[in-house]
């Protein structure tokens, strides 16, 4: 069955530290990947994405990942946390059978900002 | 610009009770999705309308349904609510069928007593 795996729920880091969230996934076919982040009481934005092509893609905010293949991975990274980029963080797979158009969402990683 | 729209922001039911939450996508898109985030995980995909017609269902139950307007808003209808509908109801838009790049609203947030 498809899905998504985000192995850490919560990651606490310094601010000016880099970030590296991962995501696993388990699809049948090449997957369209994605990246959402989710500030408390509020709904996703769409951080950056992976259609084909490049491995590594850049997105919003400073953020990127890197398709992995072989290790069925697309981790997020940043190499220098602001503050403000405290959030919870979620990795979705698109195209699921017959019903294209819907996503399936990892449980998210939380990431906490130390001054 | 606006982004998606959805209302109410939040809302208090009981258990039993009927809901209807309400969406508007972005202007010129014409598919709509519906996803219900629990307190502590990621969204489930629900529904996924384009042009009036279901073209995609989770796995929920019945007491769940929706549908599209002609100006391609959506409603989705919660009937015989139960404590565990409590959650974040997400509506997202996209350009049409099958596009996957979807944009998120704020949500609306139910909580059943």
């Known amino acids: 069955a498809q899905s998504v795996t985000q192995p850490d729920i919560h990651i606490t880091v310094s601010e000016g530290a880099s970030l590296e969230l991962r995501c696993n996934y388990s699809?049948?076919?090449?997957?369209?990947l994605f990246w959402y982040v989710q500030s408390p009481g509020q709904g996703l934005q769409l951080l950056l994405k992976y259609f084909s092509g490049d491995t590594l893609v850049q997105g919003i905010k400073g953020f990127e990942a890197e398709f992995k293949r072989s290790q069925s991975s697309f981790n997020l990274r940043k190499p220098s946390v602001h503050w403000s980029d405290a959030a919870e963080y979620f990795c979705a797979v698109g195209g699921y059978g017959g019903s294209q158009g819907n996503l399936i969402f990892g449980k998210g990683t939380k990431l906490s900002v130390k001054p | 610009d606006a982004g998606v729209t959805q209302s109410p922001t939040h809302l208090i039911k009981t258990r039993g009770q009927h809901v209807t939450l309400r969406c508007s996508p972005i202007s010129g898109h014409k598919s709509v999705s519906w996803y219900q985030q629990v307190l502590g995980q990621g969204p489930q995909f629900i529904f996924q309308y384009y042009e009036k017609e279901e073209r995609g269902r989770g796995n929920f139950p019945d007491r769940f349904s929706a549908r599209q307007f002609p100006n391609y808003s959506s409603e989705l209808n919660v009937n015989a609510l139960l404590l565990g509908d409590s959650a974040l109801y997400l509506c997202?838009?996209?350009?049409?069928?099958?596009?996957?790049?979807?944009?998120f609203g704020p949500g609306t947030r139910l909580t059943v007593t």
């Open positions: 699809y049948g076919a090449t997957p369209y």
């Open positions: 997202a838009s996209s350009s049409r069928t099958g596009s996957i790049e979807q944009y």
